[in-house]
């Protein structure tokens, strides 16, 4: 049976660290970030893997619902157990022998099951850890149906099981303690709810603004209420927003990068006692095609430009010329200019148009 293990205690609070008086080997840990972990069992018989681990590793049970989008933030010690700075972890999701059957999107890439054989992990690539020794990777599960409702959130899985065994790795440790997680992913059964659109798409160069909606078990509007967001993906970041008087919550996302590409926005609404409640919206981003024109009106040109965000745009009207950067996916750009016809020429890169435009009195 699992055996009840109290939170580590290795934590990060401001400049100050606690060392984990659990930690047994003088050699560097990886301590999984406790506000995560609502109950906490020692790996036991159902889990399978406790024979491939020592005895300075430790195994957390955690239920989370279906589909959801959350982060693991670790924390790293050195073997003195100060905070380990600038090191390279990475991250094992579906471990090997675990013979998860889950699937995850991960910074827009999909990580599919183990093979139950030995050959069927997928390691996340490394991310330094902070000034405090963590590193936060964020996870999207991606599975449309979860295992039943355990009969207890501190209990065991409750017939077929969809988990997953996760493991943080300090690349390059010949010996390094951890803190593996054993997510197990459940169907709701509460009435309370959280929903939002499935999948969206966006421009490059745009702001992308998902909407949430949070329901009681009453069937009103859970108002002015907390939800931790998660950017799973392009621009990835954890936050917060507040719901409205209408159970509306709204997070903004963007794409910096230029270039297309998916991005899943995630939200979570805890709750004592019970799972929390989650949604996410998958988002597709991509790049316009690159258009050029030229108009006129009273008294004005007009130069609109798409496709070219962050790009240079070489324009001349009747000889004058003009040089502007293209901010959005889709940018105007107006010069003031006399009465009759002007020739106007607009210039992205190697692609370019001449038009004659007749500005108005």
Same mark, same amino acid.
């Given at each position: 049976?699992?055996?009840?293990?109290?939170?580590?205690?290795?934590?990060?609070?401001?400049?100050?660290?606690?060392?984990?008086?659990?930690?047994?080997?003088?050699?560097?840990?990886?301590?999984?970030?406790?506000?995560?972990?609502?109950?906490?069992?020692? +790996?036991?018989?159902?889990?399978?893997?406790?024979?491939?681990?020592?005895?300075?590793?430790?195994?957390?049970?955690?239920?989370?619902?279906?589909?959801?989008?959350?982060?693991? %933030?670790?924390?790293?010690? *050195?073997?003195?157990?100060?905070?380990?700075?600038?090191?390279?972890?990475?991250?094992?999701?579906? +471990?090997?022998?675990?013979?998860?059957?889950?699937? &995850?999107?991960?910074?827009?890439?999909?990580?599919?099951? *183990? *093979?139950?054989?030995?050959?069927?992990?997928?390691?996340?690539?490394?991310?330094?850890?902070?000034?405090?020794?963590?590193?936060?990777?964020?996870?999207?599960?991606?599975?449309?149906?979860?295992?039943?409702?355990?009969?207890?959130?501190?209990?065991?899985?409750?017939?077929?099981?969809?988990?997953?065994?996760?493991?943080?790795?300090?690349?390059?440790?010949?010996?390094?303690?951890?803190?593996?997680?054993?997510?197990?992913?459940?169907?709701?059964?509460?009435?309370?709810? +959280?929903?939002?659109?499935? %999948?969206?798409?966006?421009?490059?160069?745009?702001?992308?603004?998902? %909407?949430?909606? &949070?329901?009681?078990?009453?069937?009103?509007?859970?108002?002015?209420?907390?939800?931790?967001?998660?950017?799973?993906?392009?621009?990835?970041?954890?936050?917060?927003?507040?719901?409205?008087?209408?159970?509306?919550?709204?997070?903004?996302?963007?794409?910096?990068?230029?270039?297309?590409?998916?991005?899943?926005?995630?939200?979570?609404?805890?709750?004592?006692?019970?799972?929390?409640?989650?949604?996410? %919206?998958?988002?597709?981003?991509?790049?316009?095609?690159?258009?050029?024109?030229?108009?006129?009106?009273?008294?004005?040109?007009?130069?609109?430009?798409?496709?070219?965000?962050?790009?240079?745009?070489?324009?001349?009207?009747?000889?004058?010329?003009?040089?502007?950067? +293209?901010?959005?996916?889709?940018?105007?750009?107006?010069?003031?200019?006399?009465?009759?016809?002007?020739?106007?020429?607009?210039?992205?890169?190697?692609?370019?148009?001449?038009?004659?435009?007749?500005?108005?009195?």
């Amino acid at each position: 049976s699992s055996s009840s293990v109290s939170n580590p205690s290795a934590q990060v609070t401001g400049s100050t660290q606690t060392v984990d008086p659990n930690n047994k080997g003088n050699y560097p840990h990886i301590r999984l970030e406790t506000s995560f972990l609502a109950n906490n069992y020692d +790996a036991s018989w159902w889990d399978g893997v406790w024979q491939y681990r020592d005895a300075d590793s430790r195994a957390y049970l955690k239920y989370i619902p279906v589909g959801s989008t959350f982060s693991l %933030t670790y924390y790293v010690t *050195d073997a003195s157990g100060a905070p380990l700075i600038g090191a390279p972890v990475s991250l094992i999701v579906n +471990a090997n022998y675990s013979c998860s059957k889950t699937y &995850f999107a991960y910074d827009g890439a999909l990580i599919g099951p *183990d *093979d139950c054989n030995g050959g069927g992990q997928s390691e996340l690539p490394a991310k330094t850890t902070d000034a405090k020794g963590a590193v936060t990777f964020t996870l999207t599960n991606t599975n449309t149906v979860g295992e039943a409702m355990p009969t207890s959130l501190s209990g065991l899985p409750n017939g077929k099981e969809l988990g997953t065994n996760i493991k943080p790795n300090l690349v390059g440790a010949k010996e390094q303690g951890i803190d593996m997680l054993f997510a197990h992913f459940v169907q709701p059964t509460d009435v309370a709810k +959280a929903t939002g659109a499935v %999948t969206q798409t966006e421009s490059v160069g745009n702001v992308h603004t998902s %909407t949430f909606s &949070f329901v009681g078990a009453d069937g009103k509007p859970l108002a002015n209420q907390d939800v931790k967001y998660y950017i799973n993906g392009l621009d990835s970041k954890v936050g917060f927003a507040r719901t409205d008087d209408q159970g509306k919550a709204t997070v903004i996302s963007t794409n910096s990068s230029g270039q297309a590409g998916m991005q899943v926005v995630g939200v979570s609404l805890a709750r004592d006692g019970k799972l929390p409640l989650t949604a996410s %919206t998958t988002i597709t981003w991509s790049v316009p095609s690159l258009t050029l024109m030229a108009s006129a009106g009273k008294g004005l040109v007009f130069v609109d430009v798409a496709g070219a965000t962050g790009k240079k745009v070489s324009i001349s009207i009747s000889g004058k010329l003009y040089s502007r950067t +293209a901010t959005s996916a889709s940018t105007e750009f107006t010069f003031a200019a006399s009465q009759g016809k002007h020739l106007v020429k607009v210039a992205v890169g190697a692609k370019s148009i001449a038009k004659s435009v007749t500005v108005r009195k």
